[in-house]
């Protein structure tokens, strides 16, 4: 959970390093660090079988807000990663 807005860390970073920086450039730097970490595991021989969410993310329940006491199911999980 992140806490602010994804706009105001755009924000903050465009103050701090006097560059330019918006909530899409944002989510292209996510993108582009995933896709170089996937990259880097495949060079190194990552399997897909090996890419898996913690059991504990899928089984503990949650404890905040309206969510709490719920857990994820790993099959909507596996829906979700396709």
């Known amino acids: 959970m992140v806490p602010l807005p994804m706009d105001y860390y755009a924000k903050?970073?465009?103050?701090?390093?006097?560059?330019e920086y918006t909530l899409d450039r944002l989510y292209w730097m996510a993108e582009r660090t995933e896709t170089l970490i996937r990259?880097?595991?495949?060079?190194?021989?990552?399997?897909?079988?090996?890419?898996?969410?913690?059991?504990?993310?899928?089984?503990?329940?949650?404890?905040r807000d309206h969510a709490k006491g719920q857990n994820h199911r790993q099959r909507r999980v596996n829906k979700m990663l396709g």
């Open 39 to 63: 990259m880097f595991n495949c060079r190194e021989g990552f399997q897909p079988e090996g890419d898996q969410i913690p059991a504990r993310i899928l089984l503990e329940p949650l404890q």
């Open 12 to 19: 903050c970073l465009s103050m701090v390093t006097g560059q």
